[in-house]
C-alpha cells in the first residue's frame, strides 16, 4: 500500500486485550487492508481466561478454545499470524513487563501502521461499558509504540537480542468517541462477520450478533458517503 505523504506502508500489527476483540472492533478493516497486500499480525495479551458462563468449563480449557477460535477468525480475515502474550484474563493492567512485551512484538514484526484499543473511558458512547483490560492494553500499546519501541536505551536488553529500535508510523485507535478516519468496509463487512462466527464460545445469538455489527457500522458511516464503516482515532508519527 502506497502512501503518497509517508511512503510505502507494508506491515499491520493489531493490539488487544481478548480473542475476539480485533473482530468485533476492527476485523472489516483488517480485512480490506489485507487485501490491499499488507501482512497483519495480531498481538493478544491475555488469555482469555475468564469469559465463560458455562459452568463445566475450566479456565485451562477456555484458554486453548479461545486461542484456537482467534486463529480460525484470523485465517478468516487473512491475518499473517497471532501473537498470544498470555497474561491473565480480567486483570490486565499496564506494567512495564506488558509495555516490554508489546515493544517486544513490534520490534520483531516491524509494523508501519498499528491498530489499538481506546486507553479512556467514554461517557459519551453508551452501548457498552469499556472492559478495564481494554483499556489496559491501549495505554501500554501507546507506550509501546512511543517510546519504547523506538528508543534504543529503553530496554536495551531487547536490543542486545537482536531486535533493533522501530518507528511505527501510524496508529489508529479504535473505540474511540473522537474519530477522525473512517475506513469503508462495505466490502468486507461479510468478512468481519464471518471471523466473528469463528468464536462461538463468545457468542449465543450469531442471528442477533448479524445485526447488531451490521446496524452498528450502519451507524458510523452515516455522513461519510459509505453504505458500512469502521472508525478510529488516527495519529500520524514523525
Not at 43 to 54: E, R
Not at 135 to 152: E, F, H, I, N, S
Not at 168 to 178: A, K, P, R, S
Amino acid at each position: 500500500m502506497q502512501d503518497a505523504a509517508r511512503g510505502t506502508i507494508r506491515r499491520g500489527m493489531v493490539v488487544v486485550a481478548h480473542p475476539d476483540d480485533a473482530e468485533f472492533g476492527c476485523g472489516g478493516t483488517v480485512a480490506a487492508w489485507a487485501d490491499e497486500g499488507l501482512e497483519i499480525v495480531y498481538v493478544v495479551a491475555t488469555d482469555g481466561s475468564k469469559g465463560s458462563a458455562d459452568l463445566e468449563m475450566s479456565s485451562e480449557n477456555l484458554i486453548r478454545v479461545r486461542q484456537q477460535e482467534q486463529r480460525d477468525a484470523a485465517d478468516v480475515l487473512g491475518v499473517k499470524e497471532v501473537v498470544f502474550l498470555g497474561y491473565p484474563d480480567g486483570y490486565l493492567e499496564h506494567t512495564l513487563d506488558l509495555r516490554k512485551d508489546i515493544a517486544r512484538a513490534i520490534r520483531q514484526y516491524r509494523p508501519d501502521r498499528l491498530i489499538t484499543m481506546t486507553p479512556y473511558r467514554s461517557f459519551a458512547i453508551n452501548a457498552y461499558v469499556n472492559h478495564p483490560d481494554h483499556l489496559a492494553v491501549g495505554d501500554a500499546a501507546l507506550a509501546a509504540v512511543y517510546p519504547t519501541a523506538r528508543d534504543r536505551l529503553t530496554f536495551p536488553d531487547l536490543a542486545a537480542s537482536g531486535l533493533e529500535p522501530h518507528k511505527v508510523l501510524e496508529v489508529y485507535v479504535m473505540g474511540t468517541d473522537q474519530p477522525d478516519c473512517w475506513v469503508n468496509i462495505e466490502a468486507t463487512i461479510d468478512r468481519k462477520i464471518a471471523s466473528l462466527h469463528k468464536h462461538p464460545s463468545q457468542i449465543a445469538d450469531m442471528a442477533g450478533m448479524e445485526e447488531r455489527v451490521r446496524a452498528r457500522a450502519a451507524d458510523v458511516a452515516q455522513g461519510h458517503d459509505m453504505r458500512y464503516a469502521e472508525c478510529f482515532k488516527v495519529f500520524y508519527l514523525t
